[in-house]
């Protein structure tokens, strides 16, 4: 594959830009401070339950009212996996607090290199709107022209809106862009509107390319 052949690049966010940092010691610590003792591991529990939650209900953050009301019930999930009996509403910043990501390793100076080919880029996230928040931490939202989560797009990859949404928004054709991701969602959203695709990780994934 060549460089040449491509516009734009648009990459998943999840496992391809960002990674989990264990929200676990923080979470027990903030339960802690409130008097209530939980086992790390029932902690853990919890959270996955939250997970498993959020994914599929990531959509309904759509805006910041959405996004709010969204975050409570997550945590109010949570708290029930945990068997905490706390309000959602008093404990959902410390929830929120304890969520935080760290670059997948060779991410951003990939990202870097692509910029510096002259290359627009994109992220299409399955995320609600908050996804912009997490790349500013990490110092990543300045590489990207547009963000679009499935929560904006209102559908989840491997639905194609929210690709043709970031394609509408770069002003790319579809042959002229190749997604980046990490799931068989993003291989199949991206081949619906006619974009080419390579696994992740971006460190690696343009490897065999050249100019």
Not at 8 to 17: F, K, Q, S
Not at 111 to 138: F, M
Not at 172 to 192: I, S, T
């Amino acid at each position: 594959m060549r460089f040449a052949e491509l516009d734009a690049v648009t990459v998943d966010g999840y496992g391809t830009i960002v990674r989990l940092l264990d929200p676990v010691p923080s979470l027990v610590r903030s339960l802690a401070e409130r008097g209530i003792d939980r086992d790390p591991e029932l902690v853990r529990t919890a959270f996955l339950a939250e997970v498993a939650y959020y994914r599929p209900e990531a959509v309904r953050g759509r805006d910041p009212e959405s996004l709010a009301r969204l975050r409570c019930d997550c945590t109010g999930v949570f708290l029930d996996a945990a068997g905490v009996g706390l309000e959602p509403e008093s404990f959902v910043g410390d929830f929120m607090a304890a969520i935080r990501f760290e670059a997948v390793p060779g991410a951003v100076e990939m990202l870097d290199r692509l910029r510096g080919r002259g290359l627009d880029l994109a992220v299409v996230s399955n995320w609600d709107v908050g996804l912009t928040e997490h790349l500013e931490r990490i110092g990543a939202d300045r590489l990207f022209s547009t963000v679009v989560t499935s929560a904006e797009a209102g559908a989840a990859k491997p639905d194609p809106a929210a690709f043709r949404l970031a394609l509408e928004r770069l002003g790319v054709e579809p042959a002229r862009a190749l997604h980046v991701g990490d799931e068989n969602e993003d291989e199949q959203g991206a081949a619906a509107v006619g974009m080419r695709f390579a696994p992740a990780p971006l460190a690696t994934a343009f490897a065999d390319w050249s100019a």
